[in-house]
């Protein structure tokens, strides 16, 4: 899989590099919610809330008003915590799992016309690099340096790599609403596949998703 993203984003960057226009970049400010949730990782699992924001660059590809480049560099909280509704009287359903990331997107966003006001949709790799992790309320055996009897090390990994995919609407190309997922392809936890016990999601990779929605304002 990562292979394959690899090999379209290369192609995709070669075609895009003879076609953009970095005189005529727009740049931009961005803010807005995060959902974030780890998979295999934590038990009890549940959602955490966070935000996002930053900065973002509107590079037009081509002649027309339609396709564009879009770098960001962005805060972005992510993780997880232990409020699974099924698992309340659990050790660890108070936990928070909060990762605090610089993230780096760098989207294709095209919009359905060359209409001033028009619904767009984005995609494109995205580099996350962790800036701190907080763990609160975990269980005893949970730390972030490993636990030598149990195996337990919960350190979050310092580089992350997703694929982005997003929806919005853009008023008069300067105000913005969008709705992103971000697919997490990296190992979020590599130490927590080397806990003791027969679980069979010990083995898995521990992946990030994150959900979000947020408002952008374009300068002109």
């Known amino acids: 899989m990562k292979k394959l993203v690899t090999c379209a984003a290369l192609c995709a960057a070669a075609f ?69 509704k099924d698992a309340k009287s659990m050790d660890g359903y108070n936990a928070v799992y909060a990762n605090n990331y610089i993230s780096v997107p760098i989207y294709f966003k095209g919009y359905f016309s060359e209409a001033e006001s028009e619904f767009f949709a984005l995609a494109g790799p995205k580099f996350n690099f962790l800036l701190s992790q907080k763990v609160t309320d975990a269980p005893l055996e949970y730390t972030v340096e490993g636990d030598p009897v149990t195996g337990v090390n919960g350190k979050a990994s310092s580089f992350n790599f997703a694929l982005g995919l997003g929806v919005g609407f853009s008023y008069k190309r300067q105000f913005e609403i969008t709705g992103r997922y971000d697919f997490g392809l990296s190992n979020t936890y590599k130490g927590l596949m080397s806990e003791a016990g027969g679980d069979p999601n010990i083995a898995k990779r521990k992946s990030e998703q994150v959900l979000s929605l947020g408002l952008s304002y374009i300068f002109q």
């Open 16 to 84: 895009v590099s003879a076609q953009i226009d970095l005189s005529s970049t727009r740049f931009g400010i961005t803010a807005g919610g995060t959902y974030s949730r780890v998979s295999h990782a934590h038990n009890p699992s549940g959602p955490l809330y966070g935000a996002y924001g930053g900065f973002l660059a509107l590079i037009p590809i081509g002649s027309n008003d339609q396709f564009y480049l879009q770098p960001e560099v962005e805060y972005l909280g992510a993780g997880e915590s232990g409020k699974d």
